[in-house]
């Protein structure tokens, strides 16, 4: 672990949805790979605390976890380091650090959401990015995780109308915290994935374009997660790689304007309109 001398105070940007399976994860480690490629000093933290992939993803073996941040916490208390906790993930000269999740299903249960907040904090004095991968839930736990967010990326998909439903519901609660309207961004992935949906439609559903299109590359993302390699390092390139840079570039260049849509603009009604109300 470098020795971090000046404190940052970085941004953290979490990855949320009301969906399982929409990419939270495999979206997430390739933003802090491409961030790390960049020269920033990154922690990917994975707060999905039952099921979290991140360390099968990157096929690191953590001899920490979080519930053993926590449990420091418990015994030193302002004493305690979080970043000695941490898991290095290295690829030739790109290295980022990982807070795993609890190994256990009985500690997941027993992380604090209070204490897991303070890990955030704590982790945003000595690095530049704090990336927060979490469940698909509007639990105590994300709702801290949210408020302590510089950017919340919320990810969706439009495979089926349940997905949207979701999607749908989640937006509007995320609306209903008052949040500033630049602090949200909805990002849909695997785009074009074999459906009848309108993107337009869900769109129009949701009262807001979406900021970030992710394409669908099944075989890319499944030779990645077998490899351990993200996308954004790997050599020859993909249409997904090339996407989730494109999305790292828009979080980080303020060339890119952002996308958003007036408020009084009018947006026509769709099908998925009528079967919502």
Known sequence: MPGFTQEIHGVVITFFSTASAVGKTIISTNMAAELARQGKKVCLVDFDLQFGDVSNYLQILPQCTSFDLQQAMALQGSNVRAEEY??????????????AAPTKLEESYNIDADKAAGM??????????????????????????????????????????????????????LK??????????????????????????????????????????????????????????????????????????????RAYDDVTMDEDEGVSESWLSRIFG
């Open 86 to 99: 941490l898991t290095p993930y290295e690829y030739h000269n790109v290295v980022f650090y990982v807070l």
């Open 120 to 173: 955030i904090r704590q982790l945003q004095n000595v690095f530049d990015y704090v990336l927060v991968d979490t469940t698909s839930m509007f639990s105590k736990l994300n709702l801290e995780l949210l408020d302590l967010s510089t950017i919340v990326s919320f990810l969706g998909i439009v495979d089926f109308i349940p997905t949207i439903k979701n999607m749908k519901i989640g937006t509007d609660t």
């Open 176 to 253: 209903k915290l008052n949040y500033d309207k630049n602090k949200i961004r909805l990002i849909l992935n695997r785009s074009n994935a074999k459906t009848r949906i309108s993107i337009a439609d869900v769109e129009n559903l949701l009262g807001e374009p979406f900021y970030h299109i992710l394409p669908n590359d099944f075989q890319a993302a499944s030779r990645s997660i077998q490899d351990g390699v993200p996308l954004v390092l790997r050599s020859g390139g993909s249409e997904l790689g090339d996407a989730l840079r494109d999305l790292v570039a828009r979080y980080t260049n």
